[in-house]
């Protein structure tokens, strides 16, 4: 039986929340990606609305797992100062949540120290986010007295990667992250891995042809230290480091794009060196794919398949897999990344992140003047049920008032 967490009932949604659990009662193997289909109509009009809702999407197990220690730790610690070296996870609510009840942030999502590190005492609670945290910031705060692991957080599926990584670097390989560079776990994982092996952070594709390019030996050496300056480990050596590797991910990416970046490099090695000796120069990793993420962006590939007049996606701007989502989504359709219901300006307005400008934007005539409305809807790892209900509840009033 899988194990349930105590998340706070608040964050759950009278509707959607009911709904993964009649799913789950169903469908208790994972099967059917078909998406929930609800549908309302105006007492008063011939205005109706239905909603396709993703088989799976919101809270994983690793984000429940993190919202259940913090808010033990609070409970657990009334007249103590609690930190967390991070946000907790990429929801601007859940943060704020904890922030309300007293927890600090130790520093930004981008590394930036909030809090003198030196102004902390051995009687302070730290916790560290499902991110994880680097080697180096638990050594800090260790020296200082402090005991950063003993409320630890961190993703189990986080883990798993670093545990494979030292795997492979016992074995002489090196690592190449599938990753972006800048964020909370990438940084956490290569700070970890690089303890066993040379590192190597690729963000995309692109960035994997390159690094393969150098293998092949068409792109010269001060070419990939260009290219790659701020992605390796110290004291990479491309020649050598490149000769045996295998593939890990931060789990938040798109699980379809880790794949192929990694057989990619396979196939690289495999023209290189050919089938019999393969194994020697290119690890299977496969199994560091977190499944929380890979079903949710399968369900989304289900759900863009179905017709509708525009998608939502909610979730943290700066939530990597929600970023994915609508990826996913607006290859097929009008998308709306949006983080709340607050959102939805109006029946003419709706404000959302733009993927492709990095900026929060508005659109206008958004939301379609036509008597039947169909909407594709998902939502982030680490986005309440509750959010969802509200954005449900906020497009239904929006529709059939009109």
């Not at 909603?51 to 197990?61: D, E, S, V, Y």
């Not at 701020?230 to 880790?258: C, H, W, Y």
């Not at 192929?260 to 089938?275: C, H, P």
């Not at 959102?343 to 206008?364: G, P, Q, V, Y």
Request: net charge negative; aromatic share 8%.
């Amino acid at each position: 039986m899988a194990r349930s967490f105590n998340v706070p009932d608040f964050y759950k949604g009278s509707l959607v929340t009911d709904i993964k659990l009649k799913r789950q009662e169903q469908d208790p193997k994972k099967k059917d990606l078909a998406p929930s289909s609800l549908f309302f109509n105006s007492s008063v009009k011939s205005t109706s609305l239905k909603i396709n809702l993703a088989r799976h999407f919101g809270f994983c197990f690793g984000v429940e797992n993190a919202i259940e220690t913090a808010y033990r730790v609070v409970k657990e610690n009334p007249e103590k100062r609690i930190f967390l070296i991070s946000e907790m996870i990429h929801n601007p609510r859940v943060n704020k949540d904890l922030n309300e009840l007293g927890v600090r942030f130790l520093s930004t999502t981008a590394g930036e120290r909030l809090i003198d590190f030196k102004t902390l005492t051995p009687e302070d609670i730290i916790i560290v986010p499902a991110f994880g945290a680097t080697i180096e910031i638990v050594n800090e705060l260790e020296s200082l007295g402090l005991d950063p692991l003993r409320n630890n957080a961190t993703c189990p599926f986080v883990e798993k990667v670093w545990k494979r990584s030292k795997e492979l670097g016992k074995r002489g390989f090196s690592i190449i992250i599938h990753g972006k560079v800048s964020h909370e776990e990438t940084k956490a994982t290569l700070s970890n891995a690089r303890q066993y092996s040379p590192c190597l952070i690729v963000q995309d594709l692109a960035e994997a042809k390159a690094a393969s390019e150098f293998i092949k030996g068409n792109i010269s050496e001060e070419e990939f230290h260009n290219k790659f300056a701020n992605r390796i480990s110290e004291g990479f050596n491309p020649k050598l480091d490149l000769l045996r590797i295998g593939v890990v991910n931060q789990t938040t990416m798109l699980a379809s794009d880790t794949l192929e970046i990694a057989s990619m490099f396979k196939n690289t090695m495999l023209d290189i060196y050919g089938e019999n000796k393969l194994n020697e120069h290119f690890a299977d990793t496969r199994d560091t794919l977190c499944y929380a993420t890979y079903e949710n962006q399968t369900a989304v590939s289900a759900l863009r398949e179905i017709e509708a007049d525009f998608a939502i996606v909610v979730g943290g701007y700066k939530s990597s897999n929600s970023s994915h989502l609508v990826e996913l989504l607006e290859e097929k359709m009008p998308t709306y990344f949006i983080q709340d219901a607050e959102e939805i300006i109006s029946k003419d307005d709706i404000r959302h992140f733009n993927l492709s400008t990095h900026a929060i934007e508005i659109k206008d005539n958004w939301l379609p003047i036509k008597d039947k409305i169909t909407v594709n809807i998902t939502s982030g790892a680490s986005c309440p049920d509750k959010i969802v209900d509200e954005v449900i509840e906020r497009i239904k009033e929006l529709t059939l008032s009109r």
